[in-house]
């Protein structure tokens, strides 16, 4: 069964402390990204990657870090410097022609 | 940067009616896209317009461009409360290798 697989559903982070959210995909595509949603709002990109072992920054990549390391895996990294880490965020991935983006059903991240 | 602004924010309708939702954005693109949002889940990908296509259907769905006004429309008909999300333009234009969001058009459909 194909698709994108992000975890943990729901996530919190205390105060100076970093977490990682997982995201895989089965669907063989090149490209993944990284959005951030804010209650009522559109998404951001944070970060995007078009092939394994590199990636480039998006709008908001201040406080975030990413790795891809396998064509699979795309995880994302909250830092203790991203100051407001609470929102939704959404992984993605797409064949390499931008027509159409496949998500993950988004990971919650909660600051306690 | 938020290219696509939709409009309106929030929408009500009665089970049956139509829903139309609109999306402008700002620089020249390639292709528009339309996804869908459920509460609190992953968005779906609707259906997408090239920027020499003026109108395209699916199923329910009526997607129509105008480039010239930098503007789209979404039309859902005979609408259903299943059909009760939040709907996102979104973009891909130029050499840019990404997707940008609109802020979205929240539906409720009463039935």
């Known amino acids: 069964d194909g698709g994108i697989t992000q975890s943990p559903k729901y996530l919190f982070r205390k105060e100076g402390q970093n977490v990682t959210l997982s995201c895989e995909q089965n669907?063989?595509?090149?490209?993944m990204y990284w959005y951030r949603q804010d209650p009522g709002q559109g998404l951001r990109l944070i970060y995007y990657s078009q092939i394994v072992n590199d990636f480039q920054k998006g709008d908001i990549a201040e406080g975030y870090s990413v790795s891809r390391e396998k064509k699979e895996s795309f995880p994302l990294t909250v830092t203790s410097a991203q100051k407001n880490p609470t929102a939704f965020y959404l992984c993605?991935?797409?064949?390499?022609?931008?027509?159409?983006?496949?998500f993950g059903s988004g990971t919650q991240l909660s600051v306690l | 940067s938020q290219q696509g602004e939709e409009d309106p924010q929030a929408l009500s309708i009665q089970e049956g009616e139509n829903a139309t939702m609109n999306c402008s954005y700002k620089t020249s693109i390639n292709n528009l896209q339309w996804y869908r949002q459920n509460s609190g889940r992953g968005l779906v990908h609707l259906i997408l317009i090239r920027s020499n296509e003026r109108e395209k259907h699916s199923g329910r769905l009526r997607v129509t461009l105008d480039t010239s006004k930098k503007s789209s429309s979404l039309l859902i008909t005979a609408s259903r409360a299943a059909d009760t999300a939040s709907y996102f333009c979104?973009?891909?234009?130029?050499?840019?290798?990404?997707?940008?969001f609109g802020s979205g058009t929240q539906l409720t459909v009463l039935p």
């Open positions: 993605a991935s797409s064949p390499d022609r931008m027509e159409k983006l496949f």
């Open positions: 669907l063989n595509h090149d490209a």
């Open positions: 979104a973009t891909a234009g130029g050499s840019a290798r990404q997707l940008t």
